[in-house]
């Protein structure tokens, strides 16, 4: 089982940024695809950003061009931490960010996680 947590979440106004990260322990294959999901209040949980086994990015459209995921690999222990940088933020960002792991190739739109981390609260005010 793999274990995540997420930092980094926050408030923030319209137009500002937030980097948020996901500190992934555990058994992680190397075929695995991670990425960053949000739920708004009442709405369903959806994809935003995802990086295959590969490095290969994909984007939930609403989020193109302002946000970017990345992950680092430690050369000292193997530890793997996922990155979200979010720009331009709109209060539409608001909502609770979750990491999630898949095993496979899978894009922000396809993932259906194995394993979530707990989440962490990002609000944006206009």
């Known amino acids: 089982q793999v274990h995540l947590v997420e930092s980094g979440g926050g408030s923030v106004q319209a137009g500002g940024s937030l980097r948020l990260s996901c500190a992934a322990s555990?058994?992680?294959?190397?075929?695995?695809?991670l990425g960053w999901f949000r739920q708004g209040s009442g709405k369903e949980r959806e994809g935003v950003a995802a990086i295959d086994d590969r490095g290969t990015t994909s984007y939930a459209d609403s989020v193109k061009g302002r946000f970017t995921i990345s992950k680092d690999i430690s050369k000292a222990n193997g530890k793997i931490t996922l990155y979200l940088e979010m720009n331009s933020l709109k209060p539409a960002d608001t909502g609770v960010y979750y990491c999630?792991?898949?095993?496979?190739?899978?894009?922000?739109?396809?993932?259906?996680?194995?394993?979530w981390g707990q989440g962490t609260q990002v609000t944006v005010s206009s």
């Open positions: 555990g058994y992680i294959h190397s075929d695995d695809s």
């Open positions: 999630g792991i898949e095993r496979g190739t899978w894009t922000a739109t396809t993932m259906t996680p194995d394993d």
